[in-house]
């Protein structure tokens, strides 16, 4: 039986330890949680590929990508319970998956600016927020 590991994060850190384990010829499981329904993409470029031109940000790599190099990725999901004695996640689609290693990859928080006028600071983290922001940035807008 071959050794399972789950990455908790399909962002940039969380993808690119599952790839670059392939890379490496670990031939264990692999599992890619990651929260977003999209492809890990590159967050930098949200600013101005998706604000300003309207286009979507990088691929960290495409889903063939991920099937060729046998990540399990499971898009649009969250992990609600870490069972650490059982070596067991609890998902938010109600399944539970097993792990032998488990890796956290889950990002920052963004953190409220506690200023005066800081609730009307504006986060930009994930597509959805950079498409919002779009929206509340087009020229028609005020």
Known sequence: MSERLVIVGAGEAGTSAALSLREQKWKGEIVLVGEEPETPYERPPLSKAVIKEQTHPPLLCNQEKLQEQQIDFRPGTTVRRIDRGSHELALSNEVKVRYDRLLLATGAIARPLNIPGGQHALLLRSLDDAKRLR????????
């Open 135 to 142: 929206k509340r940035f087009a020229p028609e807008s005020r």
